[in-house]
């Protein structure tokens, strides 16, 4: 069996170190974070809505105890 001259294991161990370090950068990579998304308001249709729901609810109640 033929030892490795010096400069071949320089190589071997430099490619080793490479390996080891580029390695985690492409496996953990993750991409760039994305912007602020749009903002949607929430106005008082939404507060309408829920208002109609709670009378709904309330007429049904005492529909259902009229019986």
């Known amino acids: 069996m033929k030892c490795l001259s010096f400069s ?3 190589k ?3 490619g080793i170190l ?3 370090f580029f390695v985690p950068l492409i496996i953990f990579g993750q991409p760039g974070l994305p912007g602020d998304p749009e ?3 929430i106005d008082g249709g939404l507060g309408i809505l829920a208002a109609l ?3 709904y609810a309330i007429k049904k109640l005492r529909d259902r ?3």
Do not use: A, R, S
Request: charged share 10%.
């Open 39 to 41: 903002q949607t308001p």
């Open 8 to 10: 071949m294991m320089q």
């Open 53 to 55: 729901g709670g009378g």
């Open 12 to 14: 071997i161990v430099l």
């Open 65 to 67: 105890n009229k019986d």
């Open 18 to 20: 490479l390996f080891l």
